[in-house]
């Protein structure tokens, strides 16, 4: 079974502009959840779909959104870019969504660098 | 919200020695814990999980266990091995909050 695809591994923007990442979940996967990494801050949550509803959002600015397709691929968007969005951008699937019984699976994630 | 504290950030053993990392968490409510492993250029990857019903879960050399009443857990590897050279990550979720709570890792590195 293919894992999470994520696309592009590899982003450099530059401050003002905007990027959008791409997320291909487990086959039979409904739920897909995004994270950012970064060294300072470690992992912390973005948001989470599923069957394209976002169930549940972090703490975050309006500047980070997202969606999820009835193929249950989903892409999140950044707008207006800063240095401080520079990051490994995480996304995960699972069956049902964290804590119902359904392992996240992540996958290698977007290195988003902001110049 | 859930906040996980995770111990320590990093940690040196022989290979072959036993290792343990602790975290701990705050919010009771919370009743799923999982463990991941973050190899260099890779995304974390699961290697055990326990959930609040259980004290205590094994899996070949990597086990978990769980106090709920101090609401601390625990990832002890033993007989380690340099491939389990890696940075791990604890993490907290809860039912309905469809989110995971991660500690900030520990960078654990196998000496041969």
């Known amino acids: 079974k293919a894992g999470v695809t994520q696309t592009p591994r590899y982003l450099i923007k530059t401050r003002g502009q905007q990027v959008t990442l791409s997320c291909s979940p487990i086959?039979?996967?409904?739920?897909v959840s995004w994270y950012q990494q970064t060294p300072g801050q470690g992992l912390q949550f973005l948001f989470e779909?599923?069957?394209?509803?976002?169930?549940n959002k972090g703490n975050f600015p309006g500047r980070f959104s997202g969606r999820q397709f009835s193929n249950s691929r989903s892409e999140m968007n950044v707008s207006t870019l800063e240095l401080g969005d520079s990051a490994l951008y995480l996304c995960?699937?699972?069956?049902?969504?964290?804590?119902?019984?359904?392992?996240?699976?992540f996958g290698n994630g977007t290195r988003l660098t902001v110049t | 919200g859930e906040n996980v504290e995770q111990h320590p950030s990093t940690l040196s053993v022989q290979e072959g020695d036993s290792a343990v990392i602790k975290c701990t968490y705050s919010?009771?409510?919370?009743?799923?814990f999982p463990w991941y492993k973050q190899e260099l250029g890779k995304g974390p990857q699961l290697i055990i999980d326990?959930?609040?019903?259980?004290g205590e879960k094994k899996d070949q050399r990597i086990a978990v266990t769980l106090n709920k009443t101090a609401k601390h857990f625990s990832l002890h590897i033993t007989e380690t091995q340099p491939e389990d050279s890696a940075v791990y990550f604890c993490?907290?979720?809860?039912?309905?909050?469809?989110?995971?709570?991660f500690g900030k890792g520990t960078k654990l590195s196998v000496i041969p």
């Open positions: 086959s039979g996967h409904r739920s």
């Open positions: 779909y599923f069957s394209e509803t976002q169930r």
């Open positions: 995960a699937s699972s069956l049902m969504g964290s804590g119902q019984n359904s392992p996240l699976h």
């Open positions: 993490a907290a979720g809860g039912a309905g909050s469809y989110q995971l709570t």
């Open positions: 326990i959930r609040s019903n259980v």
């Open positions: 919010d009771s409510a919370s009743n799923y």
